[in-house]
Protein backbone atom coordinates (compact mmCIF):
# COMPACT_ATOMS: atom_id res chain seq x y z
CA UNK A 1 0.00 0.00 0.00
CA UNK A 2 1.03 3.37 -1.05
CA UNK A 3 0.01 6.58 0.03
CA UNK A 4 2.17 9.59 -1.83
CA UNK A 5 1.67 12.66 -0.09
CA UNK A 6 3.09 15.15 -2.26
CA UNK A 7 2.11 15.49 -5.64
CA UNK A 8 0.44 18.70 -8.00
CA UNK A 9 -2.63 18.50 -9.94
CA UNK A 10 -5.08 21.37 -10.68
CA UNK A 11 -8.49 22.49 -12.13
CA UNK A 12 -9.49 21.35 -15.61
CA UNK A 13 -9.43 25.44 -16.55
CA UNK A 14 -5.56 26.25 -15.29
CA UNK A 15 -4.13 22.42 -15.86
CA UNK A 16 -2.54 23.29 -19.26
CA UNK A 17 -1.38 26.99 -18.80
CA UNK A 18 -0.08 26.26 -14.62
CA UNK A 19 1.87 22.34 -16.23
CA UNK A 20 3.23 24.76 -19.33
CA UNK A 21 4.30 27.54 -16.73
CA UNK A 22 6.14 25.07 -14.54
CA UNK A 23 7.92 23.13 -17.00
CA UNK A 24 9.84 26.07 -18.51
CA UNK A 25 10.75 26.82 -15.10
CA UNK A 26 11.78 22.94 -14.24
CA UNK A 27 13.28 22.19 -17.80
CA UNK A 28 11.44 18.71 -18.00
CA UNK A 29 7.84 17.27 -19.34
CA UNK A 30 5.19 16.83 -16.65
CA UNK A 31 4.41 13.04 -16.28
CA UNK A 32 0.08 14.15 -16.46
CA UNK A 33 -1.51 16.66 -17.99
CA UNK A 34 -2.22 18.06 -14.77
CA UNK A 35 -5.66 17.34 -14.38
CA UNK A 36 -7.43 15.34 -11.50
CA UNK A 37 -8.78 12.68 -13.77
CA UNK A 38 -5.01 11.88 -15.37
CA UNK A 39 -3.53 12.23 -12.22
CA UNK A 40 -6.12 9.85 -10.64
CA UNK A 41 -5.88 7.01 -13.54
CA UNK A 42 -1.58 7.27 -13.70
CA UNK A 43 -1.49 7.29 -9.66
CA UNK A 44 -3.99 3.76 -10.02
CA UNK A 45 -1.62 2.29 -12.79
CA UNK A 46 1.67 3.39 -10.34
CA UNK A 47 0.20 1.25 -7.63
CA UNK A 48 -0.57 4.73 -5.51
CA UNK A 49 -3.87 3.63 -3.58
CA UNK A 50 -4.34 7.25 -2.09
CA UNK A 51 -2.31 10.89 -2.32
CA UNK A 52 -2.32 14.61 -0.87
CA UNK A 53 -2.49 17.01 -3.57
CA UNK A 54 -0.61 20.65 -2.56
CA UNK A 55 -1.99 23.81 -3.56
CA UNK A 56 -0.31 27.06 -3.55
CA UNK A 57 -2.16 30.12 -4.39
CA UNK A 58 0.81 32.66 -5.62
CA UNK A 59 -1.73 35.46 -5.26
CA UNK A 60 -3.79 36.35 -2.47
CA UNK A 61 -6.60 36.66 -4.27
CA UNK A 62 -6.62 32.90 -4.88
CA UNK A 63 -6.84 31.27 -1.54
CA UNK A 64 -10.36 31.12 -1.91
CA UNK A 65 -11.36 29.13 -5.01
CA UNK A 66 -8.22 27.02 -4.77
CA UNK A 67 -9.43 26.12 -1.33
CA UNK A 68 -12.94 25.24 -2.72
CA UNK A 69 -12.08 23.37 -5.49
CA UNK A 70 -9.46 20.91 -3.33
CA UNK A 71 -12.56 20.36 -0.85
CA UNK A 72 -14.80 19.36 -4.16
CA UNK A 73 -12.02 17.06 -5.66
CA UNK A 74 -11.67 15.30 -2.18
CA UNK A 75 -12.28 11.55 -1.85
CA UNK A 76 -11.20 7.92 -0.54
CA UNK A 77 -8.22 8.27 -2.98
CA UNK A 78 -7.57 12.26 -2.77
CA UNK A 79 -6.65 14.35 0.50
CA UNK A 80 -5.95 17.58 -0.52
CA UNK A 81 -4.27 20.46 1.30
CA UNK A 82 -4.96 23.90 1.16
CA UNK A 83 -3.24 27.27 0.51
CA UNK A 84 -3.07 30.62 2.24
CA UNK A 85 -1.23 33.24 0.85
CA UNK A 86 1.21 35.25 3.57
CA UNK A 87 -0.02 39.07 1.97
CA UNK A 88 -3.80 37.80 2.52
CA UNK A 89 -5.08 39.52 5.39
CA UNK A 90 -7.52 37.17 5.88
CA UNK A 91 -4.90 33.99 5.98
CA UNK A 92 -6.29 33.13 9.44
CA UNK A 93 -10.10 32.91 8.75
CA UNK A 94 -9.56 31.14 5.17
CA UNK A 95 -6.98 28.48 7.63
CA UNK A 96 -10.45 28.07 10.00
CA UNK A 97 -13.05 27.59 6.78
CA UNK A 98 -10.25 25.23 5.57
CA UNK A 99 -11.04 23.14 8.19
CA UNK A 100 -14.69 23.13 7.59
CA UNK A 101 -14.36 22.31 4.26
CA UNK A 102 -12.48 18.96 5.65
CA UNK A 103 -9.48 19.93 3.98
CA UNK A 104 -6.40 18.24 5.54
CA UNK A 105 -3.44 20.25 6.04
CA UNK A 106 -2.07 23.69 4.39
CA UNK A 107 1.03 23.34 1.35
CA UNK A 108 2.96 26.90 1.92
CA UNK A 109 6.00 27.43 -0.59
CA UNK A 110 8.17 30.55 0.48
CA UNK A 111 9.76 30.52 -2.99
CA UNK A 112 7.31 30.96 -4.93
CA UNK A 113 5.07 33.18 -2.66
CA UNK A 114 8.10 35.11 -1.93
CA UNK A 115 8.50 34.97 2.12
CA UNK A 116 10.92 34.18 4.65
CA UNK A 117 9.68 30.99 7.19
CA UNK A 118 10.82 32.78 10.33
CA UNK A 119 9.04 36.24 9.75
CA UNK A 120 6.86 37.45 12.49
CA UNK A 121 4.06 38.08 9.47
CA UNK A 122 3.82 34.39 9.38
CA UNK A 123 2.95 34.17 12.46
CA UNK A 124 -0.87 34.37 12.41
CA UNK A 125 -0.98 31.64 9.98
CA UNK A 126 1.39 29.13 12.28
CA UNK A 127 -0.73 30.25 15.06
CA UNK A 128 -3.71 28.95 13.01
CA UNK A 129 -2.36 26.00 12.05
CA UNK A 130 -1.16 24.79 15.19
CA UNK A 131 -4.88 25.54 17.19
CA UNK A 132 -6.63 23.59 14.57
CA UNK A 133 -4.01 20.50 14.22
CA UNK A 134 -3.80 21.85 10.69
CA UNK A 135 -0.13 19.65 9.56
CA UNK A 136 1.99 22.70 7.13
CA UNK A 137 4.19 21.09 4.28
CA UNK A 138 7.17 23.60 3.95
CA UNK A 139 9.15 23.69 0.28
CA UNK A 140 12.31 23.11 1.93
CA UNK A 141 15.89 23.96 -0.02
CA UNK A 142 17.65 24.81 -2.69
CA UNK A 143 15.77 25.33 -5.97
CA UNK A 144 16.81 25.72 -9.47
CA UNK A 145 15.60 29.49 -10.04
CA UNK A 146 16.46 30.41 -6.20
CA UNK A 147 20.02 28.08 -5.88
CA UNK A 148 21.66 30.48 -3.86
CA UNK A 149 19.38 32.08 -1.34
CA UNK A 150 16.76 29.70 -0.55
CA UNK A 151 13.39 31.07 1.37
CA UNK A 152 13.52 28.27 3.41
CA UNK A 153 16.38 25.85 5.28
CA UNK A 154 16.59 22.95 7.29
CA UNK A 155 17.76 25.35 10.28
CA UNK A 156 14.82 27.48 9.77
CA UNK A 157 12.91 24.80 10.15
CA UNK A 158 14.46 23.68 13.20
CA UNK A 159 13.94 26.93 14.44
CA UNK A 160 10.16 26.65 13.59
CA UNK A 161 9.97 23.63 15.40
CA UNK A 162 10.83 25.67 18.63
CA UNK A 163 9.16 28.60 18.44
CA UNK A 164 5.52 26.28 17.59
CA UNK A 165 6.07 23.27 19.29
CA UNK A 166 2.36 22.08 18.77
CA UNK A 167 2.52 22.84 15.07
CA UNK A 168 3.18 19.85 12.98
CA UNK A 169 5.51 20.58 10.44
CA UNK A 170 6.53 18.40 7.62
CA UNK A 171 9.80 19.53 5.61
CA UNK A 172 9.25 18.38 2.09
CA UNK A 173 12.51 17.14 0.22
CA UNK A 174 13.86 15.41 3.13
CA UNK A 175 14.03 18.42 5.31
CA UNK A 176 15.75 20.22 2.48
CA UNK A 177 16.19 19.59 -1.12
CA UNK A 178 20.07 19.83 -2.02
CA UNK A 179 20.95 20.92 1.46
CA UNK A 180 21.07 17.34 2.84
CA UNK A 181 24.26 17.63 5.36
CA UNK A 182 22.68 20.36 6.88
CA UNK A 183 19.65 18.57 7.47
CA UNK A 184 21.21 15.18 8.81
CA UNK A 185 23.48 17.89 10.89
CA UNK A 186 20.78 19.94 11.93
CA UNK A 187 17.25 18.47 11.51
CA UNK A 188 17.46 14.97 11.74
CA UNK A 189 15.95 13.24 14.80
CA UNK A 190 13.85 16.44 15.39
CA UNK A 191 10.21 16.85 15.93
CA UNK A 192 9.29 17.35 12.47
CA UNK A 193 8.04 15.18 9.94
CA UNK A 194 10.50 15.00 6.08
CA UNK A 195 8.50 13.70 2.97
CA UNK A 196 10.35 11.57 0.36
CA UNK A 197 9.92 13.66 -2.79
CA UNK A 198 12.86 14.03 -5.15
CA UNK A 199 15.25 12.21 -2.56
CA UNK A 200 15.72 9.31 -5.38
CA UNK A 201 17.05 12.29 -8.12
CA UNK A 202 18.77 14.77 -5.44
CA UNK A 203 19.94 12.65 -2.08
CA UNK A 204 22.66 9.87 -2.55
CA UNK A 205 21.64 6.89 -0.87
CA UNK A 206 23.59 6.26 1.51
CA UNK A 207 23.13 9.77 3.12
CA UNK A 208 19.59 8.95 2.65
CA UNK A 209 19.89 5.79 4.96
CA UNK A 210 21.99 7.82 7.71
CA UNK A 211 19.14 10.53 7.77
CA UNK A 212 16.23 7.85 8.04
CA UNK A 213 18.26 6.13 11.05
CA UNK A 214 19.07 9.41 12.92
CA UNK A 215 15.26 10.51 12.13
CA UNK A 216 13.25 7.84 12.90
CA UNK A 217 11.21 6.12 9.80
CA UNK A 218 7.95 7.36 12.04
CA UNK A 219 7.97 10.42 10.99
CA UNK A 220 8.94 10.46 7.01
CA UNK A 221 6.49 10.20 4.83
CA UNK A 222 6.49 9.13 1.06
CA UNK A 223 6.05 12.09 -1.23
CA UNK A 224 7.43 12.25 -5.14
CA UNK A 225 6.35 15.75 -6.95
CA UNK A 226 4.02 13.48 -9.27
CA UNK A 227 4.03 15.45 -11.94
CA UNK A 228 7.20 16.21 -11.92
CA UNK A 229 8.93 12.37 -10.82
CA UNK A 230 7.00 9.41 -10.78
CA UNK A 231 6.04 7.91 -7.61
CA UNK A 232 6.60 4.27 -8.96
CA UNK A 233 10.25 5.27 -9.35
CA UNK A 234 10.76 6.96 -6.11
CA UNK A 235 9.31 3.37 -5.00
CA UNK A 236 11.56 1.26 -6.93
CA UNK A 237 14.80 3.17 -5.79
CA UNK A 238 13.44 3.29 -2.11
CA UNK A 239 13.22 -0.65 -2.34
CA UNK A 240 16.74 -0.87 -3.57
CA UNK A 241 18.06 0.35 -0.34
CA UNK A 242 16.40 -2.70 2.01
CA UNK A 243 15.57 -0.94 4.61
CA UNK A 244 13.45 -3.16 7.49
CA UNK A 245 9.85 -3.91 6.43
CA UNK A 246 8.64 -1.86 9.15
CA UNK A 247 10.00 1.26 8.31
CA UNK A 248 9.06 0.87 4.59
CA UNK A 249 5.60 0.48 6.01
CA UNK A 250 6.00 3.48 8.27
CA UNK A 251 7.14 5.82 5.31
CA UNK A 252 4.51 4.26 2.62
CA UNK A 253 1.55 4.33 4.43
CA UNK A 254 1.09 4.28 8.71
CA UNK A 255 2.45 7.50 9.12
CA UNK A 256 0.40 8.98 6.13
CA UNK A 257 -2.85 7.41 7.65
CA UNK A 258 -2.23 8.40 11.36
CA UNK A 259 -0.88 11.92 10.50
CA UNK A 260 -4.18 12.93 8.17
CA UNK A 261 -6.19 11.00 10.98
CA UNK A 262 -8.13 9.10 8.08
CA UNK A 263 -9.53 5.37 8.60
CA UNK A 264 -8.73 3.16 6.26
CA UNK A 265 -7.67 -0.14 7.98
ZN1 LIG B 1 6.17 19.83 -4.98
Not at 29 to 35: A, C, E, W, Y
Not at 191 to 208: G, I, K, M, R, S
Not at 253 to 258: E, F, I, K, L, T
Amino acid sequence: MLFDMHIHMFSDGIAEKALSHLTQLFGHPPLTNGTVSDTKRKMKEWGVTSFTALNIATKPSQQKVINDWAASVQSNQVCCFGTVHPDAPDAPQEIERMAKLHLHGIKLHPDFQEFMITDPKLYPIYEAASDLGLPITFHVGRDPENIEAPHATPSGILQLSRLFPKLTIIAAHLGGARMFDEVEQTLAGKNVYFDTALTNVLCPPEQFLRIVRKHGSERILFGSDCPWQSPLDEFKWLERLNLPSKDRENIYWNNAVRLLKIDKS
